[in-house]
């Protein structure tokens, strides 16, 4: 069990990284980078939660789904959560792979945010 709970430090570790480096990127003007790092910050607080349950996937479908099914389906969590990375996943896909697209400063300031309050979340489920 330390194993696991050693995983699941590191992995929230892992998610405040890229919550600070999308903070730097939103004041470097670097909306699209951020609004990345806002997602995978979400990600990997995600996978911390996930790794009590000695859940992984290779996919990022595969976290989420289970994430639904396990937390937020059965009321663990607030649905909210749920729609926060879902929005964020959707975001950091335009801006990775939609050669035109421009994401506005609302929507990265709302990504950030949200990216802290996701992590502020995980880390309460984990303590």
Known sequence: MDRIRELSKYRLEKAKDDYETAKINFLHKKYSQSANRSYY???????????L???DSSKHWGIISYFNKHYIKTNLIDPKYSKMLMD????RQNCDYDDYFQISITTCEKQLNNSEKFISMIKNELE
């Open 41 to 51: 910050a979400m990600f990997h607080a995600v996978r911390a939660l996930l790794a």
């Open 53 to 55: 349950d000695r859940f």
């Open 88 to 91: 964020a996943f959707n975001v």
